[in-house]
């Protein structure tokens, strides 16, 4: 009896060193449910692709959900080791690193996702993939979303006051906006949620772009190898058969 209690505690005691001795990476992700790329309690396509990374890399990846103007703070001081899922602007290079460093390696993405116009049922809004008409007030978008760029660039007024979709779908309904800017897989839950009978998605994405992992220029600069690795893995993992298999119950691009 002694000896078998023996050789449990000294298998469990190689397990957690094993696990210790791993290498920690330090990610930070958006306080919210994407789907179906994440959720707040780490499920989701994001989160089975990173899994399938720390296997093929035997790392550890520990997580923390955050508010994202909060995330991409913490990458820029070096509080994280990375992000996800961001996709590129020019000024988040002063946050951290893209995979491929001056010319953005796309083969590198975690995923593609679009961003699409939602409109009030019964609205006259309209979005030709070029321009809006009949807009009657500002759009808005999520706090900190890259698309609210593209939309300046439209010379459109905009509303940036909402966390979440279902806050901003309410604030349209409300007639407190006069469409919204909501990226792919949240119209996607918008339009399947309770709120659906009250909006209409348009048809045009505003734009489609890939979603990146990027890393803290502390964490590149001091482990440049494993970035590399890092970044390489997601690639290969991104295009297993077990990968696309995940994709395809979800019916989703990669």
Not at 218 to 226: D, E, F, K, N, W
Request: aromatic content about 8%; hydrophobic content about 40%; glycine content about 8%.
């Amino acid at each position: 009896m002694h000896r078998s209690c023996a050789r449990v505690l000294l298998a469990l005691s190689l397990a957690s060193a094993s696990a210790a001795g791993k290498e920690n990476v330090s990610l930070c992700f958006e306080q919210q449910d994407v789907l179906p790329w994440r959720t707040e309690k780490q499920g989701g396509l994001n989160f089975a692709l990173l899994k399938m990374v720390e296997q093929r890399l035997d790392i550890r990846f520990d997580y923390q959900a955050i508010p994202w103007k909060r995330c991409l703070a913490e990458l820029k001081s070096n509080a994280v080791d990375g992000a996800f899922a961001v996709s590129y602007k020019p000024d988040r290079r002063e946050l951290g690193e893209y995979p491929g460093g001056q010319q953005i390696d796309a083969s590198k993405r975690m995923h593609i996702d679009s961003y699409v116009v939602i409109r009030k049922k019964g609205s006259k809004v309209e979005w030709d993939g070029k321009s809006f008409r009949n807009l009657d007030g500002a759009i808005g978008f999520q706090l900190g979303y890259s698309v609210g760029d593209v939309l300046r660039a439209q010379n459109v007024e905009v509303d940036e006051g909402s966390q979440r979709a279902d806050e901003l779908a309410r604030k349209l309904i409300a007639g407190r906006v006069a469409a919204a800017a909501v990226g792919g897989s949240d119209a996607h839950g918008l339009m399947r949620g309770p709120l659906a009978p009250q909006l209409e998605e348009l048809p045009i994405p505003i734009i489609e772009k890939p979603y990146f992992l990027i890393l803290s220029h502390g964490m590149v600069a001091a482990r440049p190898q494993l970035a590399e690795r890092i970044w390489r893995a997601i690639e290969e993992a991104r295009n297993s058969a077990a990968y696309k298999k995940l994709e395809a119950a979800e019916g989703v691009r990669h």
